[in-house]
């Protein structure tokens, strides 16, 4: 009878858990501990990386799919359970997914026991709690999970229309100076502005914290959305007007065709919406943006060839190279100093313009670690020549990230020391269109090199904002006039007058001012008429590796008993 009685048992229970399948997302289960054989929701199999929905041997068969470095908590419960130590099983604990990924899950059971008082069965169920939520109550919409669901169930391959994806500009401000609380009204009140304008059959969801998306599935133009946009940037300054200005914000928008989709998915529709997104922010915020693939393939080559480059530098720096360009003094037309200049290549990306690859190190900080690099093959390199001109000087360029972000001062001063150079034959370059959001880091910078003896050089002067008060702030030692304004005092008599008395006023001030950009014999001597102190173009050399540049430069240089004159600054 107690047979008979288990076997109904079971069967019940089983049925119950077909019966259920379809109506729920968590997994229903059912562990027969006497016959030691386990059944869960056939839905587990899909989610989870479990073979069969049943088996035997159950302990040793959660070997197969539970992460294993939960594989130790949950075998220790389960044997308490077995044992009749525990009538409840309640775990947090992760399985593994198909691809053998971790997710969390609460797994939670009640035992039943059979006439005897001895453990029968575990019945329970399974649910993941790392799981994204269906729906959002601050914003009042559906969620993510939601959103992947009907992009499934609507077939998107037949479907024309589009998915615009909106996002708050600046949340993060509003959270901090208002609370978080208030930035949940926000939400709300963004949602119904949004909703206000939709469509007949669109629909709206809560992405991820301040993003929303309305997919339209009818077929509607991507200028509808472009005015969808504007009518929802509209409903929000009405908010803000009626909310007497409490918050002023704006949205940006990226809007993506069904048809660009690609393979039709879900993830593919969230990673395209969210580039056109960013990209919308990335121009400015406040604005609209529509999907372009090849603004989406230039952003997939920035993305590889940034893997390249951390690839290079997790790799001591290798596939970069300094090259140097010779600095003539312009009195006399001897090799005066060098600067030097960063360049890149690999099997991968082949040569890369470095106003490809240098916008790339700054944006993601990789110019700090490069910069240090540059630094010490610089100084190497110059105490090497002094062997052959004693009075031989190399100039390094800084980018405003290493002077913002690092102790950029501290490197300069330990690679002096470790060549053992004389500090004033390092020259440290700036570029002037770096100094507007960084006067006081620069200004700390500029009284360190100073006090260290090292000289600075204003590089690109008079392109950028033309800030004559640098010249007070940072005190520097030499300014260097760009190739840009060079050409232009070469073709037009305004701007030659202008460079003219550029250089009267710099050599008034006791600075020293050096020409960018010569190429010809002819612009030499046009320049030479305004009596700048240094020289610097292919007219004298092109940048070049170490190697070339030696054989080029130095050991001519060499032949030639060069004296410097005019290196003092």
């Given amino acids: 009878m107690a047979e008979n009685s288990h076997a109904t048992n079971w069967s019940k229970f089983c049925k119950f858990i077909e019966v259920l399948n379809p109506c729920m997302d968590d997994y229903l289960y059912i562990y027969d501990i006497k016959e030691d054989f386990y059944e869960i929701s056939p839905g587990a199999l899909e989610r989870f990386q479990i073979s069969s929905n049943r088996f035997h041997n159950v302990v040793e068969g959660h070997r197969a799919f539970v992460y294993e470095d939960d594989i130790d908590l949950i075998l220790e419960d389960l044997q308490q359970v077995i044992s009749g130590k525990k009538d409840f099983h309640n775990l947090q604990y992760r399985w593994k997914d198909p691809e053998g990924k971790p997710i969390w899950i609460n797994c939670r059971g009640r035992v039943i026991k059979d006439s005897e008082g001895k453990p029968e069965f575990l019945v329970g169920c399974i649910n993941e709690i790392g799981a994204k939520q269906k729906a959002d109550n601050t914003s009042g919409l559906l969620g993510e999970s939601s959103l992947k669901a009907y992009l499934h169930e609507a077939d998107m391959e037949v479907r024309n229309g589009y998915i615009l994806r909106l996002g708050i500009d600046n949340f993060k401000e509003i959270n901090e100076n208002k609370g978080i609380e208030y930035g949940d009204i926000i939400l709300k009140k963004t949602a119904e502005c949004i909703e206000a304008v939709m469509l007949p059959e669109q629909k709206l969801y809560r992405v991820v914290a301040d993003e929303f998306a309305i997919v339209d599935f009818q077929g509607n133009s991507i200028k509808s959305a472009q005015k969808q946009y504007k009518k929802i940037c509209q409903k929000i300054e009405e908010f803000i007007e009626q909310n ?207 006090e260290a003896g090292i000289a600075l050089a204003l590089d690109d002067f008079g392109t950028g904002y033309s800030n004559f008060h640098y010249l007070y702030d940072l005190n520097p030692n030499i300014i260097k006039i760009d190739r840009s304004f060079t050409v232009k005092a070469l073709r037009n008599e305004y701007e030659h007058g202008l460079l003219e008395h550029i250089i009267q006023m710099i050599h008034s001030i006791e600075l020293r001012i050096c020409i960018e950009g010569i190429e010809t014999d002819e612009e030499l001597n046009k320049i030479n008429h305004l009596g700048p102190d240094y020289i610097q173009g292919y007219f004298f050399g092109k940048p070049c590796p170490y190697d070339v540049f030696y054989e080029k430069h130095i050991k001519q240089a060499e032949m030639d008993g060069i004296a410097h004159e005019g290196c003092n600054l």
């Fill in 244 to 450: 007497r200005y409490e918050a002023v914000y704006t949205i940006s928008g990226g809007i993506l065709n069904c048809n660009q989709i690609q393979e039709q998915s879900f993830l593919s529709a969230m990673k395209l919406s969210e580039f056109a997104l960013n990209e919308a922010k990335r121009r400015g915020k406040n604005q609209v943006y529509v999907f372009e693939e090849k603004d989406y393939q230039e952003f997939l080559r920035k993305k590889e060839l940034l893997r390249s480059l951390r690839y290079a530098i997790y790799n001591d720096c290798q596939g970069f190279e300094v090259y140097f360009q010779p600095i003539v003094n312009a009195e006399t037309g001897k090799l005066a100093s060098a600067e030097t200049l960063l360049r890149f290549q690999s099997e991968q990306t082949g040569f890369l313009s470095p106003a490809e690859f240098i916008p790339l190190l700054e944006e993601t900080g990789l110019i700090i670690p490069v910069g240090k690099w540059v630094l010490e093959q610089a100084c190497a390199k110059c105490s090497e020549i002094h062997k052959y001109i004693p009075d031989f000087r190399v100039s390094v360029n800084l980018s405003y990230v290493q002077v913002k972000k690092s102790n950029v001062l501290k490197d300069i001063i330990k690679m002096v020391e470790k060549y053992q150079l004389d500090p004033h034959k390092l020259i440290i370059e700036l570029t002037e269109s770096g100094f507007l959001e960084s006067d006081a880091n620069f200004r700390k910078l500029c009284a360190g090199l100073k």
